[in-house]
Nanobody
Framework: QVQLVESGGGLVQPGGSLRLSCAAS????????IAWFRQAPGKEREGVSC????????YYADSVKGRFTISRDNTSNTVYLQMNSLKPEDTAVYYC?????????????????WGQGTQVTVSS
């Protein structure tokens, strides 16, 4: 059974950092393309970053490029999202998602499996 569990969210001041974790079970993280999405109150869920199952290549939304880094650890079967230089507009519930194809996309319709989300709040 495929399962994704996010953790690491919290309250942080503008300019601060957080690292989110997405622990996977029921599959190995290097066999699936894994993505991070976020959803702010009253807004659509948007793709933030993904890491390809094929070669580990990464992709970022323009709004986070240069500030966020996605990575995976095959030993712990976990995908991470390192978030630096956080801004108030990064406030959202962050979700990880997975699909087993080689398509590198931030379109949420491509993803079959989702975690329950973790809240990130950036505020002074």
């Amino acid at each position: 059974q495929v399962q994704l569990v996010e953790s690491g969210g919290g309250l942080v001041q503008p300019g601060g950092s957080l690292r989110l974790s997405c622990a996977a079970s029921g599959f190995t993280v290097d066999a699936y393309t894994i993505a991070w999405f976020r959803q702010a109150p009253g807004k659509e869920r948007e793709g933030v970053s993904c890491i390809s199952r094929r070669d580990g290549s990464t992709y970022y939304a323009d709004s986070v490029k240069g500030r966020f880094t996605i990575s995976r650890d095959n030993t712990s079967n976990t995908v991470y999202l390192q978030m630096n230089s956080l801004k108030p507009e990064d406030t959202a519930v962050y979700y990880c998602a997975a699909h087993r194809w080689e398509i590198t996309t931030l379109a949420k319709r491509a993803y079959d499996y989702w975690g329950q989300g973790t809240q990130v709040t950036v505020s002074s």
